[in-house]
T-cell receptor
Framework: DVKVTQSSRYLVKRTGEKVFLECVQDMDHENMFWYRQDPGLGLRLIYFSYDVKMKEKGDIPEGYSVSREKKERFSLILESASTNQTSMYLC????????????FGNGTRLTVT | KQEVTQIPAALSVPEGENLVLNCSFTDSAIYNLQWFRQDPGKGLTSLLLIQSSQREQTSGRLNASLDKSSGRSTLYIAASQPGDSATYLCAVVYGNNRLAFGKGNQVVVIP
């Protein structure tokens, strides 16, 4: 079974802190994604990566950056956390083949105070 | 731009009834459609994946159909149980490896 692991289930950070959310997958998938999920807004794509060191902005990249130094790891960085970044963050991965399934991690519930 | 709609946003059914959840998408040029389940505060768990060339997929009490030409998929859950209470989301893969999600159907199965 594919495993996508997010390093933290819950995080509480202060406004202005730099925050790192880590995601690791164990199936050699090329594509990795970071979403945030908010009530009434559904899943919104922040960034995705289709290969090591490659990244593309999603629909809401402002205030975020990402890093993909190794194929299995995709990190989301909040440069200076703000209260409006309080959300559920979900990492996902899938192979590049268009007909392959998407696999999600368990999510990180981030609260910025 | 691909848009995915799931209506209604929330529904309740008595235990034992069959659940029917609908997902519609605007662009029929998809690679596949995937149904997920999400429990409160958790990630998404994959239920079924239907390739664009397929009409349906089955797993236990779950059956998903796909009608690409009309831009619709339906998830059937037979003989619903309280443990089926969750939010169900559909997602399509299209274009240059892009994904589009519906906002989900929040289901409550009443014992």
């Amino acid at each position: 079974d594919v495993k996508v692991t997010q390093s933290s289930r819950y995080l509480v950070k202060r406004t202005g802190e730099k925050v790192f959310l880590e995601c690791v997958q164990d199936m050699d998938h090329e594509n990795m994604f970071w979403y945030r999920q908010d009530p009434g807004l559904g899943l919104r794509l922040i960034y995705f990566s289709y290969d090591v060191k490659m990244k593309e902005k999603g629909d809401i990249p402002e205030g975020y950056s990402v890093s993909r130094e190794k194929k299995e790891r995709f990190s989301l960085i909040l440069e200076s956390a703000s209260t409006n970044q309080t959300s559920m963050y979900l990492c996902a991965s899938r192979p590049h083949r268009g007909n392959s399934p998407l696999h999600f991690g368990n999510g990180t519930r981030l609260t910025v105070t | 731009k691909q848009e995915v709609t799931q209506i209604p946003a929330a529904l309740s059914v008595p235990e034992g009834e069959n659940l029917v959840l609908n997902c519609s998408f605007t662009d029929s040029a998809i690679y596949n459609l995937q149904w997920f389940r999400q429990d409160p505060g958790k990630g998404l768990t994959s239920l079924l994946l239907i390739q664009s060339s397929q009409r349906e997929q089955t797993s236990g009490r779950l059956n998903a159909s796909l009608d690409k030409s009309s831009g619709r998929s339906t998830l059937y859950i037979a003989a619903s149980q309280p443990g089926d209470s969750a939010t169900y989301l559909c997602a399509v893969v299209y274009g240059n490896n892009r994904l589009a999600f519906g906002k989900g159907n929040q289901v409550v199965v009443i014992p």
